[in-house]
């Protein structure tokens, strides 16, 4: 700038003016030469002042750059979640057609619900029994158990030998015919809302058995099975006696089929109760002068439950049960019982199972 006008100064004395001319000439060039000079000024300042108003674009102060993972196979992003766990699946084999079916283990559950539970039950009851379900499968697909499957490539059966289940394609079509479509809505519920839960203790998935009526006692497994299991005890359970239909029942047979399905003699019935069980059953009972278990006798005779009474009717025996199956784990009509009271599935998982705990699925088996 100052060369500048050091080079406009020079210029100006070559010229010959009168003094009044020069020095008007002066005092009005003076102040262009100033204004140039602002302006060029200004052009080197603005650079610097435009780059010190805008942060640096590397500065930590940007959110960091994010990786995302291209599936190689197709144009679209995929994210990839580092816990995510593979499906779980369940071969089924269907004993009709003798086939085996294979479907999330989500979907299984919901067969067997279907099969197992009335559909009207209380929701909560529903839930206990989707977390009963999905903790049967899960120990039998943790330890490998393909006991009683006739087949290979299965890991359970549709009968009442593991967990009763109807198909996915019987499902989808009889119930949509049969006008079960809400209901089916509703277990499809029970299971979303209880998905992957299971019952553990000890860290392993518990042997969830379950029946449908109690005598208004569960059984320890000791008194129905050999095994002792310390989840699996004796515990009251009032609502079946309010609520089940079939918590009693009476029927009659005669003395001759009495004895010939017992293997006795007719004419040597007497019968006399040796010991019961924590449960109220029929532990021990001597009939005609053989010991039998109240078990064997259920068994053998075809009854509801071990816990029964008897009359004898001249030519027959009316015998009275209280209670419907096995009597250990969960009774359904308990649950709904609970339910309709309301008790949350847990809770009266929690009831029936005692010191259990819950787990997700996929957690465990992935141990495996």
Known sequence: MRELIHQMNISMKRFKVVPWRRTALRRNFFPVIWAIGGLLMMALLIPILVVSLHPNPTSTSQ?????????????ILTTVTENEEPEIMVSVYLSENEQ?????????????IAAEMPADFAFDAIKAQAIAARTYIARRLLNDD???????????????????????????????????????????????????????YDGEPITATFFSTSNGY????????EETIPYLRSVSSPWDKQIAPHYKETIKISKKQFAKQMGLSADNSLIQILSMTEGHRIKEINIGGVTFS?????????????????????????????????GVGMSQWGANGMAQA??????????????????????????K
Not at 302 to 325: H, Q, V
């Open 146 to 200: 393909k006991s009683g499957v006739p087949v290979q490539g299965a890991d359970v059966t549709d009968t009442i030998s593991h967990q009763a289940y109807i198909s996915k394609e019987n499902l989808e079509h009889e119930w949509s015919n049969q006008g079960k479509a809400s209901k089916l809505t509703t277990i499809r519920r029970a299971v979303q809302e209880s998905r992957n839960m299971i019952m553990t």
């Open 218 to 225: 569960t059984e320890n497994s000791e008194d129905y099975w």
């Open 100 to 112: 085996i079916e294979t479907l999330p283990l989500e979907e299984y559950v919901i067969g067997v």
């Open 342 to 367: 309301g008790y949350t599935a847990t809770q009266i998982l929690r009831h029936y199972y005692t010191g259990i705990d819950f787990e997700e699925v996929t957690k465990l088996l992935s141990k």
């Open 294 to 326: 109240g078990r064997s006798v259920r068994e053998m005779l075809g009854l509801r439950s071990s816990e029964f009474t008897w009359e004898d009717s001249g030519e027959d025996i009316a015998i009275t049960t209280y209670g419907n199956g096995h």
């Open 63 to 75: 959110p960091p750059l994010t990786e995302v993972t291209v599936d190689q196979a197709s144009p």
